[in-house]
């Protein structure tokens, strides 16, 4: 019954430094998304995919890039973190519905 | 490009009393809609979706929403609220190309 599963929970980052938050589902779904919400802001789309080897950007692509080599996993990739990039990020995943992981709750200093 | 607005940050309403949180939408070809609510450091639950057929659509937790195409809205709804309702809700659309766009989000509070 695991659903959507993101690691780490927390991280803390210097600013500079890169890191990849795990995404993987267990439901065989073709769609998979990554948001980032800041403090008392909405949810900002970063990037999509819809299947195994596609990739499209979201509203705020800039900064991160990601991959899609399976079905199950969509990883995100920071590369040189900037204290911007300070947010709580969900993964999700579904086919009509979405459904959200617990989130990654990153600190850039 | 594809839109959800939520008018309203906030929504206070007494326990008992019935809730309405407001969205509207901007999306090319026919829309998939969905509202999510948001508990404190936890993430997104879904509630309920319009994809075709009755304009009013039920969901989870005795909560309701109503499509209207030519005011595309899609306004969610539960004839009485509960203490236990105040959360912060979402509206979402998805359009043709699978992209899953939110709004700002409304922060309900029922008062006891």
């Known amino acids: 019954n695991a659903g959507v599963t993101q690691t780490p929970k927390f991280r803390i980052l210097k600013i500079g430094q890169s890191m990849t938050l795990q995404c993987t589902q267990d439901?065989?779904?073709?769609?998979m998304y990554w948001y980032r919400q800041d403090p008392g802001m909405g949810l900002k789309l970063i990037y999509y995919?819809?299947?195994?080897?596609?990739?499209d950007k979201g509203e705020v692509p800039n900064g991160y890039n990601v991959s899609r080599s399976t079905t199950e996993d969509f990883p995100l990739r920071l590369e040189l973190a900037a204290p911007s990039q300070t947010s709580v990020y969900f993964c999700?995943?579904?086919?009509?519905?979405?459904?959200f992981g617990q989130g990654t709750r990153l600190t850039v200093v | 490009a594809q839109s959800v607005a939520q008018p309203e940050d906030q929504v206070n309403v007494a326990e008992g009393n019935p809730l309405t949180v407001k969205c509207t939408y901007s999306?090319?070809?026919?829309?998939?809609l969905f509202w999510y609510v948001q508990y404190p450091n936890r993430g997104l639950q879904f509630l309920l979706k319009?994809?075709?057929?009755?304009?009013l659509v039920k969901g989870s937790y005795g909560f309701e929403a109503e499509f209207n195409k030519s005011q595309t809205s899609f306004h969610l709804k539960k004839p009485s609220a509960l203490v236990s309702d105040s959360a912060l809700y979402f509206c979402?659309?998805?359009?043709?190309?699978?992209?899953?766009?939110f709004g700002a989000g409304t922060t309900v509070t029922v008062r006891a």
């Open positions: 999700a995943s579904g086919t009509t519905e979405a459904f």
């Open positions: 439901m065989n779904h073709n769609y």
């Open positions: 995919s819809v299947g195994a080897g596609i990739t």
């Open positions: 999306v090319s070809g026919n829309p998939y």
């Open positions: 319009y994809i075709t057929g009755d304009n």
């Open positions: 979402a659309v998805r359009g043709s190309d699978y992209k899953l766009s």
